[in-house]
């Protein structure tokens, strides 16, 4: 079957989570959470972060972002997020809607990424009661854009964050990937640089389904089993959202599988430069922006290629995923290349 670049949301469920899941699918175990599995990973995932955070699993990325939002606020409030934030532009009003009307405050930044000075302009723009009052912080790590924050980025957004009085939560959906690319303790991108709630992404690293809210300061995750409840995330044979993470934290196949995909990004990204293609932000995980030419955009589409093009700030989004062959990144290509051709020759 052909493998594409749309999303690495495409990619099937990797060996080892698979290997997992099956394991776990032998006699009875508690529900709802109760269950050895459970236990295992929330402190496996203790042990990656080293810290004693607390970790609920919810069933994907959009109730993890909404739910964990709506921690950190009441309905009005406002979250400051940026404008091609995932939790603006593709998640149907969900953050709001879990939070009672909380408003997104988007801001604009380069190449994806919110800047201390952004986000001090809006929060002090007004403070009648007439606006919703500023109390929480989305960043995305990766952003939307396949850009990296630095540790020190995100320690220092997270310190102007804190003067002003926002809890600060991150979109993790690519986490995987970033601490790969970065090459960092994951502790050092979150709660030891100010970051109060992580939504760690499982989807698009190899998991069949599931995402984990780790939240690092304890005190927001008091109410939050019940908020999963009242949301529809509370699964009943949880062991089966958990259990395949088992496999995933296990001597470090995550990264393992986000090297190889940050690899193949990288791999795309040098031929699409060499086939004379213009990228629009630098590969820094495992995502590739590009501007493709009209002709050369319709003929991958006409050979069976699927990619998005509304994602981001325009473009091509190209993305690798944990399987992604490196057999598929040069088949790629050399449509590319032939189509350039084609099109250069008219």
């Known amino acids: 079957m052909q493998q594409h670049f749309a999303s690495d949301n495409y990619a099937g469920i990797c060996p080892e989570a698979t290997a997992a899941l099956l394991e776990a699918n032998t006699g009875h175990a508690p529900a709802y959470g109760d ?181 690092f300061d304890r005190k927001l995750s008091e109410d939050f089993a019940w908020r999963c409840k009242q949301a529809g995330q509370l699964a009943s044979k949880m062991r089966f959202l958990s259990a395949p993470w088992l496999g995933m934290l296990t001597d470090d196949v995550w990264l393992k599988h986000a090297r190889h995909a940050n690899a193949m990004a990288q791999r795309l990204s040098a031929g699409l430069v060499a086939a004379g293609i213009e990228l629009l932000f630098p590969t820094e995980a495992n995502g590739v922006f590009a501007r493709l030419p009209a002709p050369v955009d319709a003929g991958l589409r006409a050979k069976g290629w699927r990619f998005y093009t509304f994602i981001g700030a325009g473009g091509a989004r190209l993305m690798c995923g944990w399987d992604t062959l490196p057999a598929t990144v040069d088949a790629l290509l050399a449509d590319i290349r032939a189509l350039s051709g084609a099109a250069d020759a008219l």
């Open 35 to 215: 269950d050895d599995y459970t236990r295992k990973v929330s402190d496996r995932l203790r042990d990656i972060f080293e810290t004693d955070c607390d970790v609920y699993f919810v069933f994907n990325g959009t109730a993890a972002n909404s739910l964990a939002l709506a921690t950190l606020c009441q309905s009005y409030h406002s979250v400051i997020c940026h404008q091609l934030a995932h939790v603006e532009t593709d998640e149907c009003g969900a953050p709001e809607f879990f939070s009672n009307g909380a408003k997104l405050l988007t801001i604009a930044g380069e190449q994806g990424r919110l800047t201390p000075e952004a986000i001090t302009e809006v929060v002090t723009r007004r403070s009648d009661l007439h606006f919703p009052k500023p109390r929480g912080l989305t960043l995305t790590q990766t952003t939307e854009v396949g850009t990296l924050y630095q540790p020190d980025q995100v320690a220092t957004i997270a310190d102007t964050a804190r003067q002003l009085g926002l809890r600060v939560h991150m979109d993790g959906a690519r986490f995987a990937n970033a601490v790969a690319s970065l090459d960092v303790a994951p502790a050092d991108i979150t709660w030891r640089a100010g970051v109060d709630v992580l939504c760690f992404g499982g989807t698009k690293m190899g998991l069949p389904v599931g995402e984990a809210v780790v939240f």
